[in-house]
């Protein structure tokens, strides 16, 4: 089946600017959660959300956000970008939830500058 | 809140022999400990997983331990190959705040 697709891979924006980052799950899978990267960071908790509701959220300021359509596909919005801001945002996808084994996306590389 | 500490953050062993990476949490109610291990370029792949009311899952080369006493976790790689060299994250789950709280990886490099 096919795997977690996020788009679009790269991305460079500046300071001050928006950005949407697309996340389609596995077929099936209700369950989407996006996580920031960054070196010796490991992965922090962005949110979670599950038949369009978001269920859990992690210590982010509110310029994250997100949401879940019908479909399931995902997107998340970082708005007033800061140069903190860089980092690889992954998308995890499961049945049910962080509980369950998580589907992980390449990632949205996004550099700001 | 829950906190997961992993090490080391960078271990290094010869081809065929094992190596052990460590994690401990803080909070006694976390009940759900699994391991990713991530390639580069590519997100995180599950490899092993364990609950609480287990002490020991084995799956093949790979096995991880949980010491509910001692808040601490381990997985356990016998037989090192090359493809065994990536990035390796714990992190444990609480019923509570419903989210993963992760290490913060350790780089296994196998040495040929």
């Known amino acids: 089946k096919a795997g977690v697709t996020q788009t679009p891979r790269y991305l460079i924006k500046t300071r001050g600017q928006q950005v949407t980052l697309s996340c389609s799950p596995i077929s099936g899978h209700r369950s989407v959660s996006w996580y920031q990267q960054t070196p010796g960071q490991g992965l922090q908790f962005l949110f979670e959300y599950f038949s369009e509701t978001q269920r859990n959220k992690g210590n982010f300021p509110g310029r994250f956000s997100g949401r879940q359509f019908s479909n399931s596909r995902s997107e998340m919005n970082v708005s007033t970008l800061e140069l903190g801001d860089s980092a690889l945002y992954l998308c995890?996808?499961?049945?049910?939830?962080?509980?369950?084994?998580?589907?992980f996306g390449p990632g949205t590389r996004l550099t700001v500058t | 809140g829950e906190n997961v500490e992993q090490h080391p953050s960078t271990l290094s062993v010869q081809e065929g022999d094992s190596a052990v990476i460590k994690c401990t949490y803080s909070?006694?109610?976390?009940?759900?400990f699994p391991w990713y291990k991530q390639e580069l370029g590519k997100g995180p792949q599950l490899i092993i997983d364990i609950r609480s009311n287990v002490g020991e899952k084995k799956d093949q080369r790979i096995a991880v331990t949980l010491n509910k006493t001692a808040k601490h976790f381990s997985l356990h790689i016998t037989e090192t190959q090359p493809e065994d060299s990536a990035v390796y994250f714990c992190?444990?789950?609480?019923?509570?705040?419903?989210?993963?709280?992760w290490g913060a990886g350790t780089k296994l490099i196998i040495k040929p």
């Open positions: 909070d006694s109610a976390s009940n759900y």
């Open positions: 992190a444990a789950h609480m019923d509570s705040n419903y989210q993963l709280i």
């Open positions: 995890a996808s499961s049945f049910v939830g962080v509980k369950d084994e998580q589907y």
